[in-house]
């Protein structure tokens, strides 16, 4: 601000015991909201899918890794085998045309 020629130095900003009171309370509120709107996501995270399990049928000439490559295309190689053996309680790597196979959501 200038007056007469002189120019004054603004006061620095100033709160009131209310003022910072208020400052406060909303900081809290802000917080909380997003405490909530993180919590709600990640509780929906762990919810398994809704639905039965995708299923293929075994062709013939089908192996685990042909399924795995063609239904699984993000898992590389013995990654797909494996899951597939995991979801569908396989000891061994045989099967036969016409076995009903689990496969995990999403794939």
Do not use: C, K
């Not at 209310?18 to 509780?43: D, I, K, Y």
């Amino acid at each position: 601000m200038v007056t007469n020629g002189v120019r004054h130095a603004e006061p620095p900003l100033r709160l009131t015991r209310r003022g910072r009171t208020v400052v406060l309370g909303l900081l809290v509120v802000l917080a909380s909201l997003a405490s909530a709107v993180l919590f709600t996501t990640a509780s929906r995270a762990d919810e398994p899918p809704a639905g039965p399990p995708p299923t293929i049928v075994v062709r013939p000439g089908d192996t685990l890794w042909d399924l795995a490559a063609r239904e699984l295309p993000g898992r590389h190689g013995q990654a797909g085998v494996d899951e597939l053996r995991r979801l569908n309680g396989l000891s061994g790597y045989g099967v036969h045309p016409g076995d009903v196979l689990i496969l995990p959501y999403g794939s």
